[in-house]
């Protein structure tokens, strides 16, 4: 902090610094910015911006988001620093404009994100979720099919229709499609878990682990947020997002531990655990991606507590079918600055969840249960490629992170746009 009578002026250095040093310096910035109220934050970049005007343009903007809409003392006069200035050499070319364009795209589409994931269960049920999802699909060009009632029953989508069983809320299978101008070079199909509340169901949590389960839409909440950046860029790749909504609740219609589901892909699976409903609905998604022969699918879910203990807040688990598509994921992870680290899913860890009445049981014996839950998602995909990201740690911030509040993270869109613009 350098006070020359008049102006407060903060200096944040970082020496060489990779992407995620500049995200996190700018964040710093802002931060401190915040506190001290200054009105604009300024970045040298030096020259030859390669990375680093994107990386100091998302640690500005994420760090300077807030969810304040229910606060009744939100500063109305003082919003956060309101000008970021970049300095460096090159950045008045046209193709530095593109790359600031699109930067702020994904910004907003990881907003938005946040926004889903922070907003009350109560707001934000399954119908309101495909209601999100229709509105994206006439503001851009994406195409938005939304299944509900009826037509779960005719589509067999039994896994959303029994988790919903113990709500009032109906549930929703939302499907959203890019197709780009030009033949694309790739079909990726993407599946979000996205129960808008996780009481556990029968299989009732406790209120210390209820605290947060609003927060259990964040995989859906990453597909959309992807598919609205995806919407913006226009990337030669063709994105079909698909988002399995319900709300798990422990109503007079909810499902039994000992009933089993028959799924569309004619699987059977007996619910021993009515609290290990994500893989139930994401199984049916699984289904339907897996029969529109995408070149991979890649589901993102906060599925266990278990990969919480295992990679802790700031990693999620990935797990799959195909070396090569995991190997890609992490690179992308480690560039973006969404984090992967890989688990095997042991083959030998199938008698775990075989059932003695159906063909699988959606508990293990209670080891490895971020390994078992993958396994168990296996099921439904065929042979097709399919990365699985246990994305129960980083989707939420039970503390504040370097570069965004307490809250939702949007955890998964950067990696996403990341991996689908590598294509
Ligand atoms: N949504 C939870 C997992 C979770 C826990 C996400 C903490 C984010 C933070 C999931 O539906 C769940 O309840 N999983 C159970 C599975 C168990 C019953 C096999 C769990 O992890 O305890
Ligand atoms: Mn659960
Ligand atoms: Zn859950």
């Known amino acids: 902090l350098v006070q020359d009578g008049e102006r407060d002026i903060v200096l944040v250095g970082l020496g060489t610094g990779t992407a995620e040093d500049w995200?996190?310096?700018?964040?710093?910035?802002?931060g401190i910015s915040s506190q001290t109220r200054a009105g604009s934050v300024a970045v040298c970049l030096g020259r030859g911006v390669d990375g680093r005007l994107e990386a100091a343009v998302e640690g500005f903007t994420l760090a300077s988001y807030r969810f304040d809409k229910y606060r009744s003392d939100r500063d109305e006069a003082y919003g956060g620093p309101e000008t970021l200035t970049l300095a460096g050499s090159d950045l008045g070319t046209a193709g530095a404009r593109e790359r600031l364009k699109n930067t702020r795209s994904l910004c907003e589409a990881t907003v938005s994100a946040r926004d889903l994931i922070n907003e009350m269960s109560s707001v934000k049920t399954p119908s309101f979720l495909a209601?999100?999802?229709?509105r994206l699909g006439r503001k851009t060009d994406l195409t938005c099919t939304v299944w509900q009632g009826d037509k779960l029953e005719r589509e067999k989508?039994?896994?959303?229709?029994?988790?919903?069983?113990g709500s009032d809320e109906p549930g929703a299978f939302i499907k959203l499609v890019y197709r780009p101008k030009r033949k694309p070079r790739a079909k990726v199909a993407l599946v979000g878990k996205g129960i808008t509340f996780d009481s556990g169901g029968l299989s009732l949590k406790t209120a210390k682990y209820m605290e947060w389960m609003k927060q259990d839409m964040s995989g859906a909440a990453a597909v959309l947020g992807t598919m609205e950046a995806i919407a913006a860029l226009k990337p030669p790749v063709e994105v079909r997002g698909y988002i399995a909504a319900a709300e798990n609740m422990p109503g007079s219609g909810a499902q039994k531990p000992g009933d089993i589901i028959t799924y569309r892909n004619g699987k059977t699976a007996e619910v021993l655990n009515t609290d290990a409903e994500g893989r139930l609905v994401l199984a049916d998604a699984l289904c339907v991606a897996s029969e529109e022969r995408p070149d991979c699918i890649i589901d993102l879910a906060t599925l266990t507590g278990a990969c919480?203990?295992?990679?802790g807040t700031d990693v999620a688990g990935v797990m799959g079918n195909n070396p090569r598509l995991i190997a890609k994921l992490i690179?992308?992870?480690?560039?973006?600055?969404?984090?992967?680290?890989?688990?095997?899913l042991v083959e030998d860890y199938?008698?775990?969840?075989?059932?003695n009445t159906a063909d699988i049981q959606n508990i293990g014996s209670g080891y490895a249960g971020t390994i078992t839950a993958a396994l168990f998602l296996r099921c439904f995909v065929g042979d097709t490629k399919w990365a699985h990201l246990d994305i129960a740690g980083p989707a939420f911030a039970e503390k504040?992170?370097?570069y965004g509040p307490k809250g939702g993270t949007g955890f998964?869109?950067?990696l996403l746009v990341d991996y689908i613009a590598s294509l």
């Open 412 to 414: 998964g869109v950067r």
């Open 157 to 165: 989508m039994n896994g959303i229709l029994r988790v919903s069983a």
């Open 331 to 344: 690179k992308s992870g480690e560039r973006s600055g969404d984090r992967l680290w890989e688990l095997p």
């Open 308 to 311: 919480m203990v295992a990679l």
């Open 350 to 355: 199938m008698s775990d969840i075989r059932s």
């Open 400 to 402: 504040p992170k370097p």
């Open 23 to 30: 995200r996190r310096a700018a964040g710093t910035a802002a």
């Open 131 to 134: 209601a999100t999802a229709k």
